[in-house]
């Protein structure tokens, strides 16, 4: 298959020529993108109101972290939080500054225009119509481009809820980079998109290849970690098969993230990515992490002192393993456009 049969959406497996190489002296590097987002109640169905943005002490404390860590986060940011005065104000701060990003983040339930029924099929915005899905992103870009004087150049689907026309609709709105691709997970069972087979690695995506995807990272770790995906999906079919290999380390599926991963398994897909040669590890949480209380990870000040420490642990890891940060804007400079590299050889 080559780029010419391929429509560039984001639920194929990417042409062998879309995969997006690097010079040697890039290295292996590392960006943290922030699901930054409402309240809400995570075991309860999905409404247009009922929802706060309080959490802003815990981000400023979570930027004031990153910051001294030396890390830019990207803040793909959804429209109650970029609609909040207070919010807006703060994050535009740190962008003037120069000590963080915000890209677009997009719950359709609570995003604007308000058309379709709200039930959890509906909260994938990429099996929205077409029209609908459109609507939407335009109208999360231009409340953006009012907060903040530019459009966004970097999204995250809410639920990584991508479809059949993401990718076209993101090129045709300006987007340079898309974070939605959850290579090794499957929510077809949840109404969503079914990620298995996707590389981890970046590639160019969209009918004119002029759309970076950075997919989020996920390793497979432990004895049985060279069966991989396969492997993992016929342990997963043999019901508590699949837990059992885990307890028993032989095969687990690791995300990068502090919310519901021990450190040591982080730091083992850390190590894991590395050797599968995968240029750029990709980190994420929620915002509402930040501030005890609003979701299942951080309940109490002990789980966000937890967090931190998870932080602190898996900092120095990278450190030790001489992967650096790199913010938005470098890594989409370090990226050659499509067929370049290709001309050039």
Same mark, same amino acid.
């Given at each position: 298959?080559?780029?010419?049969?391929?429509?560039?959406?984001?639920?194929?497996?990417?042409?062998?020529?879309?995969?997006?190489?690097?010079?040697?002296?890039?290295?292996?590097?590392?960006?943290?993108?922030?699901?930054?987002?409402?309240?809400?109640?995570?075991?309860?169905?999905?409404?247009?109101?009922?929802?706060?943005?309080?959490?802003?002490?815990?981000?400023?404390?979570?930027?004031?972290?990153?910051?001294?860590?030396?890390?830019?986060?990207?803040?793909?940011?959804?429209?109650?939080?970029?609609?909040?005065?207070?919010?807006?104000?703060?994050?535009?701060?740190?962008?003037?500054?120069?000590?963080?990003?915000?890209?677009?983040?997009?719950?359709?339930?609570?995003?604007?225009?308000?058309?379709?029924?709200?039930?959890?099929?509906?909260?994938?915005?990429?099996?929205?119509?077409?029209?609908?899905?459109?609507?939407?992103?335009?109208?999360?870009?231009?409340?953006?481009?009012?907060?903040?004087?530019?459009?966004? $150049? @970097?999204? *995250?689907? /809410?639920?990584?809820?991508?479809?059949?026309?993401? +990718? !076209?609709? %993101?090129?045709?709105?300006?987007?340079?980079?898309d974070s939605s691709v959850r290579g090794r997970f499957d929510y077809s069972g949840q109404y969503g998109p079914d990620?298995?087979?996707?590389?981890?690695?970046?590639?160019?995506?969209?009918?004119?290849?002029?759309?970076?995807?950075?997919?989020?990272?996920?390793?497979?770790?432990?004895?049985?970690?060279?069966?991989?995906?396969?492997?993992?999906? $016929? @342990?997963? *079919?043999? /019901?508590?098969?699949?837990?059992?290999?885990?307890? +028993? !380390?032989? %095969?687990?599926?690791?995300?990068?993230?502090?919310?519901?991963?021990?450190?040591?398994?982080?730091?083992?897909?850390?190590?894991?990515?590395?050797?599968?040669?995968?240029?750029?590890?990709?980190?994420?949480?929620?915002?509402?992490?930040?501030?005890?209380?609003?979701?299942?990870?951080?309940?109490?000040?002990?789980?966000?002192?937890?967090?931190?420490?998870?932080?602190?642990?898996?900092?120095?890891?990278?450190?030790?393993?001489?992967?650096?940060?790199?913010?938005?804007?470098?890594l989409l400079g370090a990226v050659q456009p499509h067929g370049r590299a290709c001309q050039a050889a």
């Open positions: 298959m080559t780029s010419f049969s391929h429509d560039g959406g984001l639920l194929r497996m990417p042409a062998a020529e879309d995969r997006i190489a690097f010079d040697p002296a890039f290295g292996t590097r590392f960006m943290l993108f922030v699901d930054t987002e409402e309240e809400f109640d995570w075991n309860a169905p999905f409404r247009r109101t009922g929802h706060g943005v309080t959490a802003l002490d815990g981000m400023a404390r979570g930027q004031a972290y990153f910051a001294a860590a030396g890390v830019k986060p990207v803040y793909v940011t959804d429209y109650p939080v970029v609609d909040s005065d207070a919010a807006a104000e703060m994050m535009g701060r740190w962008l003037a500054d120069g000590a963080a990003d915000v890209g677009a983040h997009l719950h359709p339930w609570v995003n604007p225009p308000h058309v379709e029924e709200v039930t959890a099929a509906n909260s994938y915005v990429g099996f929205l119509p077409e029209a609908v899905e459109r609507a939407k992103l335009e109208a999360l870009c231009q409340r953006i481009a009012e907060r903040f004087g530019a459009r966004p $150049v @970097a999204y *995250r689907a /809410g639920r990584y809820g991508v479809g059949p026309n993401s +990718a !076209r609709l %993101l090129e045709e709105a300006g987007f340079r980079l990620f298995q087979g996707l590389p981890q690695y970046p590639y160019w995506a969209g009918p004119g290849r002029r759309l970076v995807e950075l997919p989020l990272s996920t390793a497979f770790v432990g004895w049985l970690r060279g069966g991989g995906e396969r492997l993992y999906r $016929v @342990a997963q *079919r043999m /019901g508590p098969v699949a837990g059992a290999l885990a307890r +028993a !380390r032989m %095969l687990s599926r690791i995300p990068l993230t502090p919310e519901g991963i021990a450190p040591q398994e982080a730091i083992a897909a850390i190590d894991a990515l590395i050797g599968e040669g995968v240029p750029v590890l990709n980190f994420s949480f929620h915002s509402p992490t930040l501030e005890p209380g609003h979701t299942p990870y951080v309940r109490d000040e002990a789980d966000r002192t937890a967090f931190y420490r998870w932080w602190d642990k898996v900092l120095g890891h990278l450190d030790r393993r001489n992967v650096r940060a790199v913010t938005l804007d470098q």
